[in-house]
């Protein structure tokens, strides 16, 4: 579920909720009644997992080098 920032007009209260993105935005505040005004505001972006780029694809790539080298070194002797 996204959280979502409200503000008060009256105020200036900022809010942090917890909504449903079905469900209709706040419009009064909850502790004196002004208008809310729904903030637009950055989104966090976390990477999971074993890495990104160089763990994910340039080890890969580096270990069919290294497997052909192998390779080309076993078949020259």
């Excluded at 009256?10 to 079905?22: D, S």
């Excluded at 809310?36 to 890495?51: A, P, R």
Aim: positive net charge; contains cysteine.
């Amino acid at each position: 579920m996204p959280i979502y920032e409200y503000k008060c007009k009256k105020c200036g209260k900022h809010l942090e909720v917890w909504q449903k993105i079905t469900e209709e935005p706040l419009k009064v505040c909850p502790e004196c009644g002004g208008e809310l005004i729904k903030l637009i505001s950055e989104s966090g972006f976390i990477l999971k997992g074993t890495g990104w780029y160089v763990t994910d694809y340039a080890r890969k790539e580096k270990e069919k080098k290294e497997t052909k080298k192998k390779e080309n070194t076993s078949k020259s002797k």
